[in-house]
């Protein structure tokens, strides 16, 4: 009987806490791939837009990307590493890998309606506000900015 109290206690004090640190799927791509590291530590995002980008409780973002694509190879990990300085909850961010034809065995490549790879869209209240997609004209984190001004409320 005594060893049922213990084990009971664990699996219900213990377990959960083990469970919650499990990785994100962006933190599991990141370990799979040499290449998000090495880019995301060298990226140095601008500080002051930094301050301004924020990720409300009713925004998130969706990130639809794939290892074989030059873009996504590009500007993941300048996302990741604007993550990770924010100290956003990355399991908040759905990341959403493709093949090579740009197909989600699930198909949320149809749900949101990828053409082209990498997207990252920004969901406001579940509602699309804005998503940048396959290349970047400015640094990340100022397209970011200008997608979570749209219809700010």
């Known amino acids: 009987m005594k060893l049922k109290t213990p084990v009971l206690l664990f699996i ?4 959960p806490l083990l469970s919650s640190n499990k990785l ?3 933190e599991k791509f990141a370990q799979q791939h040499e290449w998000m590291k090495t880019k995301s530590e060298k990226y140095e995002p601008n500080k ?39 100290k956003w909850d990355l399991k908040a961010i759905e990341f959403v890998e493709v093949d090579e034809n740009k197909e989600h065995k699930d198909e949320l490549h149809k749900t949101y309606k ?18 940048i997609t396959e290349t970047a004209p400015a640094p990340l984190e100022y397209l970011m900015l200008e997608v979570q001004n749209k219809n700010k409320k």
């Open 24 to 26: 994100s799927d962006i």
């Open 48 to 86: 002051e837009i930094l301050e301004k980008l924020q990720l409300n409780k009713n925004e998130k973002w969706v990130v639809i990307a794939g290892a074989w694509c030059e873009d996504t190879k590009h500007l993941l990990p300048d996302f990741y590493k604007i993550a990770l300085e924010k």
């Open 114 to 131: 990828v053409e082209n790879i990498p997207v990252f869209i920004l969901f406001r209240k579940n509602k699309e506000v804005g998503r």
């Open 12 to 15: 219900i004090l213990v377990l």
